[in-house]
């Protein structure tokens, strides 16, 4: 098996809350929707919203190898 390994960066998308800037966190199961909604609720003021895809989510780009 032939295999090829590629160095990336990592980053984490959290979305804010549109009413007092907290991090929103996931709170339940995705809807029977298609494409399924996912509720997330805000832990500083409670508000609640409803995203196409679970926060947090994280993003891959690739970079240089190392020329060690």
């Known amino acids: 098996m032939n295999i090829k390994r590629t160095p990336v960066n990592v980053e984490r998308v959290d979305r804010l809350c549109e009413l007092c800037g907290g ?37 891959y780009t690739e970079r240089e190898a190392d020329n060690d």
């Open 23 to 59: 991090i929103m966190k996931p709170t339940a199961q995705p809807t029977n929707e298609n494409p399924p909604r996912y509720e997330h609720t805000c832990p500083k003021c409670g508000h609640i919203e409803m995203y196409r895809q679970p926060y947090p989510t994280y993003v």
